[in-house]
């Protein structure tokens, strides 16, 4: 080891360095490991390393701090090896995640295995697989012994662990050896539970160099072919492909076989034309996202639109936050639009949220049309790979725009100038389970504070907790009220099913006001959307003799009955049984479906309207990766006349066919026990009735009901928000609820129904003793008394969301419960906090 000059350092004199790492296992603070000096000047905040912790266990940590203090209670243990050249993880990102533990009330490293991908969270379990093109082709690296011996196992072999590779070198970590060999991309790297890496692989073809470098040697080909004419047409069309007379170096890059395969040459000819050489084929590995060309977009902005972004930024001098309050249709994507190009240009990075399923197709085909591939999408239902991919896109650049759900908050950004999140307003917002159970808008105001740079919030029913803090001044507030282009809001109407019931009119559960308007939409050739926030075909099955009701037996629900299958199954843990034929408490036969799903109210309409085309959209037809997506497509194509869904056809839509709108059940959303269900209600309802009209012609939307007179649904009609929140938040004032105070939810979980209530009570005196002033109710069963074998009981605590209250009740309730955690009557009982609940 040199100094700067060159100069021979003496170990046993310079001081040591001590790296904190943030480790995947469930204890709140880092660990202290000692630096080899060879690591010393690269290592730094972000990089991955690989460590030994405990006796046994090697585990992928992230390092967050780098000091020169040696810990007190143990002596650190060296650390095992640097993953990579240049930290993965930047330091504002670990800023962010000590706030996201602190705020929520969880483990740093909890943190950390939410926000990397798993492939790049390796662990001794992770495993390595020959790299297929390696395997074709081999390599012009050179290969050392250790590194042989790998690749001779995995060729008999096929995979291996990293503990295996370990055993079989006699290392405790090979990690270096497998980081080289990924390196000279020989083996792929994959972790065990997710899909083997699958690069996606195109064959492509290309002429012999023979040919290219000779002119006469061409000539003499073709001379040769004038027998074998399908040869040479083969030949032809590669050359109008590939023009390689004009350029020879675009031969390298060949054709894609596909592309002659399918232009219906002979495919025996091609084949012999590889055998005697004239082409050869070799394969490349392509990149999961396709190269779109960027087309620099034409939009431009209504006069009202263009009043509301000089307005947004007009309102960025002063605050960091601005709610962009705009009706259904009124284009409030064309703004983000202008916003991500303005902030693009400056050249600062944008992140754009979406819910979980508005992203898709629609925003995501408008938006690439106009950001093409310098925009990087991060969507749950991606595969880690195309997860990895994004995540180094954004670091090298490649991304600077991201649009994505929740959980693109923890991408790598370095510069970010602008965060939009869109439809803020909804719940999916919110992790629930696992923790950190964060809410991404929340979050991605602290992330924007980090970076100082700006946050869009955007809805046409904005959260109670966004129009609060617009009222209140901390954020600005921009409105749009109108539609865009000639489009009106869609007229309301309030159908009475109890009215309609008694004069005979009620056909299959559908008022004749929604019947009349379906036919009629029918008859134009225009498209229905029907709403029912149920899926399944029933609710439950009851008994007509006994009233007995089948329910899950590990939860303290009732069991849907599914006609798809032909089967009873539990939303909450999966469990499915048979129907039964008859009742198993009195043995009678007379079993009935009660209450309607979307399976049974597809089926009511198919009766109704047999000439319509019908589909369903709801977590059971859309489980598949496109299976939404094609869903969507159908519909748009003007393959289906009716669409029947659950919340899923709410978000975002924007289809210009669509004139009429029904809510089968409307009255099911309002007596929801929560004081947020009236918030819940306006929102769904106006969001799917957004969908309607939203071109020339104006929608209808049908409400059904069996108490029109309900005072929300005149506030809903009369589309007046703010008016609506005054009277709600006058509620919530008196009885002290978000978004005036801030809650707290505590669950306890434990199999025994009395041991789940001790603890929570438990809980609750030791909490009364934190001095701030707070109001804690409970403990109370949970709405479902029973998950999954685990009773669950909840404190709800109030705090003061001004002042310290917060934190020093989030200090102190750590250290109850740790001390809660070492009592051996509690010890298998589980608390789960979770921060500002929705
Ligand atoms: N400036 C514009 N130029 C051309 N078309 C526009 C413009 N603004 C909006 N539109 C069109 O108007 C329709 C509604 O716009 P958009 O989907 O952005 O509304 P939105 O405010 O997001 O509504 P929602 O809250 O219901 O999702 C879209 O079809 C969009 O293409
Ligand atoms: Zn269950």
Redesign the pocket.
Known sequence: MEDLFGNPIDDKTSIPIFADVILPVPIPWMFTYMVPREMEPIIGIGFRVIVQFGTRKILTGIVGKIHQKPPKEYDAKPLLELLDNQPMVNPLQIKFWHWIADYYCCHIGEVMNAALPSGMKLNSESRLQLNPTFQDSGSDYPIDEREKIILDHLETEGELTFEACGKILELKSAHHIIKSLVAKEMVLVYEQLKEKFTPKIENRIRLSALFVSDKSALEALFAKLESKPKQEEIILKYLQQVPVYKDEKINHEGLDKKLLTESGISVNSLRTLIKNGIFEEFTKIISRFENLPTNPDT????PV?EEALNQIKEAYKEKQTVLLH?????????LYIKLVQEVMDSGSQVLLLLPEIALTTQMVN?LTKVFGNKMGVFHSKYSDNERVEVWQGVIQGRFQFVVGVRSAVFLPFDSLGLIII??EHETSYKQHDPAPRYHARDTAIMLAYLHQSKVLL???TPSFESYYNARQKKYGLVE?NL???E?QLPHFHMADILADKKKNLLKLDTTRLLREKIQEALNNQEQVLIFQNRRGYAPYINCEDCSWVLECDHCDVSLTYHQFGEEMRCHYCGFKQKVPTSCPACGSNNLVTVGQGTEKIEENLAMLFPEARIARMDLDTTRSKYGYQNLLENFSAGNVDILVGTQMITK???F?NVTVVGIVDADRLLYFPDFRSGERAFQQIT?VA??AG?RQKTGNVIIQSRKPDHPIYQSILSGDYRNFYLQEMGERQQFFYPPLVKNIKITSKHKEFKTAETAALHLKNLLQAIPVKKIILGPEKGLIGKIKNQYIFELLIKLDKNGQAPPIFKEHLKLVLEELAAAKAFKSVRFIIDVDPV
């Open positions: 939009l431009s902005l209504s639109q705009g009706i259904t249709g009124s284009g409030k994507t064309s408008r869109d439809e955007g809805s046409a749009l539609r865009y282009g489009a975002g839509l924007d210009g969001q957004g969908r939203r």
